[in-house]
């Protein structure tokens, strides 16, 4: 089947199932809660009405929000922040329309609680299970679609190297202009060999990757290509900036992108110190017997404290001692640190469970509580670690622009534990970057959710 017919033929699926399971939801909400829980049975028709118009307004929503497209099932995250606010856009619609008819008084608030938070769920699972399906299309070819990219070899590159990373299903074809703007000649070449491909159907949409200062070059390209590409992306600077552009503004006659290394807003740290301290205090209310029991079995696994308190780096260099259950035989903090490996003969017979469940990672709620950590962030490092990556990598310090945290970005993408080579520590450095530069109230969420499901895997 050609890549745009199995596209179509997904997002089909997709718009079906998503439709069931919230009809379904609403069905399941109505039996559990009304006529279980309550023991007040009632008839189906009248709750499966509302359920199939919140069905046709959740698509729309989807649909308006982006939802809808491979490029949204195959990104780096789930997206729990649109698929909330479409599911909550809905919902409200759903209840003004009933409300207007005069009907809500014929039907449970309980019944719409049950429903909203259950259809939240399976919609989320849903779109976890088809981009998961995606992924594995995509990496055996299935969903490949070419994409024409005109510009300098570095450039086009550079681009290249974003497409690899957030849409890999793309297949970046090069047309190279000239490094230099003398060679008319070879740039008018290659313009003629994307204009020649274009008109054979090979692409759907062009780019243009160029310096912004090529004003001359972009627009000549752009007199070549307007009148027969269907849809062009102007890509420039793509070699400019190690840390993310958040928007631009104007100085006299001169633009000038806004260059943010880290969230600075109030409330940005407003809202993440909410969520950590609450979620710090309700896990540890919560945990409190758990914590007791594995504090006692290592008193009486092996000799040594309970508590692992080791210096890592925190906000802006702070130094700090992290909170862990001690899980070796040893409790190394000084100018040589082994890191612990797979069968590493120092750890004790508790702290290997400790280890494969997470466990030992709990007591860090206590930093999080003191504000020395964050629930999400960059992982931190022993201190001999941490300066030993800094030295090898120029961007390795902006991690700790932010609070550490104790899982993050990278551990859900299966980077955590021991790093092996430098590839291991460059790539957890690029997922920590990425979650630095894209943080979010809904990206935490996710991160603390897809933690939840990698624990249970045995990840660690």
């Not at 080579?421 to 979010?440: A, F």
Request: hydrophobic fraction near 45%; glycine fraction near 8%; proline fraction near 5%.
């Amino acid at each position: 089947m050609p890549a745009p017919a199995l596209e179509r033929y997904c997002l089909q699926l997709l718009a079906l199932c998503q439709s069931a399971v919230v009809i379904l939801a609403g069905g399941a909400a109505k039996i559990l809660y009304l006529d279980l829980a309550l023991g007040q049975p009632h008839e189906s028709f009248p709750y499966l009405v509302p359920a199939v118009l919140f069905a046709i307004a959740l698509h729309y929503c989807y649909k308006q929000l982006g939802l809808q497209s491979i490029d949204a099932l195959t990104g780096p995250t789930i997206g729990f922040g649109r698929i909330w606010a479409g599911l909550a856009i809905a919902f409200m619609a759903l209840l003004g329309a009933m409300y207007l008819l005069k009907i809500t008084e014929a039907y449970s608030r309980g019944w719409f609680l049950i429903w909203f938070v259950m259809s939240a769920g399976a919609l989320i699972v849903v779109r976890w299970a088809f981009a998961r399906g995606l992924h594995q299309l995509a990496a055996r070819g299935y969903l490949s679609r070419h994409i024409g990219v005109l510009g300098t070899r570095e450039c086009v590159e550079a681009l290249k190297g974003e497409f690899d990373k957030a849409m890999p299903y793309v297949i970046v074809d090069g047309y190279f202009l000239s490094d230099s703007n003398s060679d008319d000649a070879a740039d008018q070449e290659a313009i003629r060999r994307l204009l020649a491909a274009m008109q054979a159907g090979s692409f759907g949409k062009v780019a243009i990757a160029l310096p912004a200062g090529e004003k001359d070059r972009i627009r000549r390209a752009l007199r070549r290509l307007a009148p027969y590409a269907p849809e062009i992306l102007l890509c420039t600077d793509l070699l400019s900036s190690p840390v993310p552009i958040h928007g631009s503004t104007v100085i006299g006659t001169r633009r000038a992108d806004v260059v943010s290394p880290v969230p600075t807003s109030e409330r940005y740290r407003l809202e993440k110190r909410l969520f950590d301290v609450a979620a710090a205090a309700i896990g540890l209310a919560l945990l409190a017997p758990l914590l007791l029991l594995v504090a006692l079995v290592i008193k009486l696994d092996s000799s040594g404290p309970v508590f692992f308190r080791q210096r890592r780096y925190g906000r802006n260099n702070s130094v700090f001692r992290i909170f862990k259950f001690r899980t070796m035989t040893v409790a190394e903090d000084g100018e040589r640190v082994i890191q612990a490996m797979q069968n590493d003969p120092r750890v004790t017979r508790v702290g290997r469970f400790l280890r494969a469940t997470s466990i030992d990672e709990l007591p860090q709620l206590i930093n999080v509580l003191l504000g020395e950590m964050s629930i999400v962030g960059p992982r931190p490092h022993a201190l001999v670690h941490e300066e030993r990556f800094e030295d090898n990598f120029d961007l390795f310090s902006r991690r700790r622009r932010v609070l550490p945290g104790i899982t993050g970005w990278a551990q859900v993408n299966g980077y955590r534990g021991e790093t092996k080579t430098p590839e291991d520590v460059k790539k957890r450095m690029d997922y920590d970057l990425y979650y630095i530069d894209n943080w979010s109230i809904w990206l935490d969420l996710e991160i603390v959710v897809r933690t939840f499901g990698a624990v249970l895997r045995g990840a660690h």
